[in-house]
């Protein structure tokens, strides 16, 4: 017992920390907070006050007084008053629980948009997904009803404890003594809670991740016939998450027992002492009545500490999952863009590994403006990597990588550089909706002279036009209901709507054909803007059109 009491105490920096945390996300709703606290305080006072009501009832009933009517409708009242202030605070925790829920994975989701790409790829997207969604759900449906239910049980604690007092001192210290006792039962249960809780989590994210995975590729899980072995492997998921519950469910209900028989022990003794005394008409029924009320308001707040405690545990388990995410290394950011007209690439001295797995060693290359260089080499020998840097989607581990203009001005590649360039990945990187809306990624506030000229430049205006509801034709996830080919053009358009500086095409023809992979490549040089252009291709095709190629080996 003493060691799980050291270990949660080891822990307090951390809870402090997650705590803080909290304390900071919920700074903006500081006002729409106390008021929930102040309607809860009200309603906890109308509970404790009616003890005394009902003690008055009963009193006057017993004696057939003419007040008791009065104290029947005061009763009633309170009764009345109760259920509306519930009622209104019920509805107004629902309407903050889902402002603070959405205002949270926005934040949440922006930490994760200017995050290194680089690191946000170390998660699994369902991974991300899960904190975006579970763990945000779970931190904001406990930490409005927690922080209000808290300070409603001192006051219910206080008050009771006062008016027990009044009734019969030694009963009011009982209920006190066995504070201690469910304390110590919420510390040994706490530290377990919290660890399975975080096993939940991270057994919900594994399984979520399953489904998404094989959902996606579902047409690879049906061409290797793979279907009855990935069902055996869910249910391998679901079984160790089945397990993870019961076993955190088990604990609880131990917690919830203890607690609870706490409770019945100082409400039995309450009950005897109370019926010892009405025997010896020492008290009244109504005091009877009072005593049995107030002692379980007295243990109550204490006794709650058995749903407060796990719900506490679960959230500072999901606030650390969050955290992790708030806290990844943000891209770095050029104040301004000062490269004007074309602009060219130099890289110098340039490398990067995987770990220990060397990608690239003293690499040096210059695109000079207005050129249009492709980039050839074996596959996995580092071409795409190398885009990657140039976008800063990765850092490299030594050298410089720079955009320079004609005018001698140069800046570093960062999150602000991606400014200046139009990118397009290989293979299909479309999303669900209209192709208006995908064409709009490139350029929001495009006008529909532009969107069409870059569709034509992609050689994609005649197949869009043919289509049933033209540019508005709604594609499922990744381009479903598009050929290849006609999803590669989109992304082209995409790219070209942009109207960068500089252009760079990963295998961006790949799915076209000869001809059509030509004309595309000529409508770029004869672009009136033209921008420079770095071509990553397998096809030897395209290199009579480009001032030079450079192959990349080990």
């Known amino acids: 017992m003493i060691n799980k009491i050291k270990k949660l105490y080891k822990n307090r920096k951390n809870n402090r920390k997650y705590f803080k945390f909290l304390i900071n996300k919920c700074a903006p709703y500081k006002k729409e907070i106390f008021f929930i606290i102040f309607l809860n305080i009200f309603i906890t006072l109308i509970g404790v006050f009616s003890s005394s009501a009902n003690k008055y009832v009963v009193d006057m009933a017993s004696s057939f007084s003419s007040n008791m009517y009065l104290s029947i409708s005061l009763v009633i009242i309170l009764s009345v008053l109760s259920l509306i202030f519930s009622a209104v605070s019920s509805i107004f925790t629902s309407y903050l629980t889902e402002k603070f829920s959405f205002g949270f994975r926005t934040n949440i989701y922006e930490c994760v948009m200017s995050s290194r790409w680089d690191l946000v790829k170390k998660y699994h997207s369902e991974d991300l997904l899960t904190r975006l969604t579970s763990d945000i759900n779970n931190v904001s449906d406990g930490i409005f009803s927690i922080s209000a239910f808290i300070i409603s049980l001192i006051v219910q604690f206080i008050s009771a404890f006062i008016l027990l007092m009044h009734y019969d001192s030694s009963l009011a210290i009982f209920a006190i003594v066995l504070g201690p006792f469910t304390g110590i039962i919420s510390i040994l249960f706490g530290k377990k809670l919290k660890n399975l809780q975080e096993k939940v989590q991270k057994s919900e994210s594994k399984y979520r991740s399953f489904l998404q995975e094989n959902i996606s590729r579902i047409n690879v899980v049906k061409a290797f016939s793979y279907e009855e072995e990935s069902k055996k492997k869910l249910t391998k998921l679901r079984e160790e998450r089945l397990f993870l519950i019961m076993k955190k469910n088990k ?49 109550r707040p204490i006794v709650s500490l058995a749903s407060i405690i796990p719900k506490t545990i679960s959230i500072l388990a999901s606030s650390k999952r969050i955290i992790e995410i708030d806290n990844l290394e943000k891209e770095e950011e050029t104040l301004s863009l000062a490269l004007k007209g074309a602009v060219g690439l130099k890289i110098k001295d340039l490398d990067f590994s995987y770990g220990e797995k060397k990608i690239l060693n003293n690499f040096n290359f210059t695109v000079n403006p207005g050129e249009m260089v492709a980039i050839m080499g074996e596959s996995g020998i580092g071409k795409t990597t190398l885009i990657h840097l140039i976008l800063s989607f990765l850092k490299q581990d030594n050298g410089t990588i720079e955009f320079f203009d004609e005018y001698k001005n140069k800046v570093k590649v960062s999150k602000t550089t991606r400014n200046i360039i139009s990118y397009i990945p290989q293979g299909n990187t479309l999303f669900s909706g209209s192709i208006l809306e995908n064409l709009k990624v490139g350029k929001e506030n495009a006008t529909y002279e532009e969107i069409e000229k870059a569709l034509k430049n992609a050689c994609a205006l005649k197949f869009v036009n043919s289509l049933r509801d033209g540019i508005n034709t709604k594609i499922g996830e990744g381009g479903y209901g598009l050929s290849e080919g006609q999803a590669q053009r989109i992304a082209i358009a995409r790219a070209l709507i942009k109207n960068a500086q ?53």
């Open 251 to 299: 604990i609880a209900v131990i917690a919830n027992f203890f607690m609870g028989f706490a409770f019945s022990f100082g409400y039995l003794f309450a009950f005897i002492l109370g019926a010892i005394k009405l025997s010896q008409n020492s008290i009244t029924y109504g005091t009877m009545t009072a005593f049995l009320s107030l002692v379980s308001q007295v243990q």
């Open 502 to 554: 500089f252009m760079i095409l990963d295998e961006a023809t790949s799915a076209l054909d000869m001809d059509t992979e030509l004309e595309v490549i000529k409508n770029i040089i004869n672009l009136e803007n033209r921008p420079t252009c770095f071509i990553i291709t397998h096809r030897k095709s395209i290199l009579k059109y480009c001032n030079r190629f450079v192959n990349i080996i080990n």
